[in-house]
């Protein structure tokens, strides 16, 4: 390969490293995310040690997508807190008391 071919070839894959770089570095990375997804990093937080079924409930947030489904439609107000109960314990045996009150006290007013 000649010379001029591999400086070119150098510089380009230093300027795309470089564009990389600054790609993770967004200016909001350090910010709580908002929405959905902030309200489900709060949930995670707020309501440990409560567990839903056999699990935190972060752990079922991150890992069991019925659960995070069937919290996603009460976030979104498609289905109410009273259903989300049922549901919830219909599908997780266990006392999930202190998991739902928790939810329920951080649904966004």
Not at 17 to 30: I, K, T, V
Not at 64 to 71: E, I, V
Not at 98 to 108: E, F, K, S, V
């Amino acid at each position: 390969m000649p010379t001029q071919e591999l400086g070119a070839t150098l510089r380009g894959t230093i300027l795309g490293a470089l564009l990389l770089a600054a790609s993770g570095c967004a200016p909001d990375a350090w910010n709580p995310s908002s929405g959905f997804d902030g309200w489900i990093d709060h949930i995670g937080r707020a309501c440990y040690p409560n567990r839903i079924g056999l699990a935190l409930v972060d752990e079922q947030l991150r890992w069991n997508a019925g659960f995070l489904d069937m919290t996603s439609r009460l976030y979104f107000k498609k289905m109410s807190f009273d259903a989300y109960a049922s549901a919830v314990n219909s599908a997780f045996y266990g006392n999930n008391a202190g998991a739902l009150d928790c939810i329920r006290d951080n649904l966004p007013k």
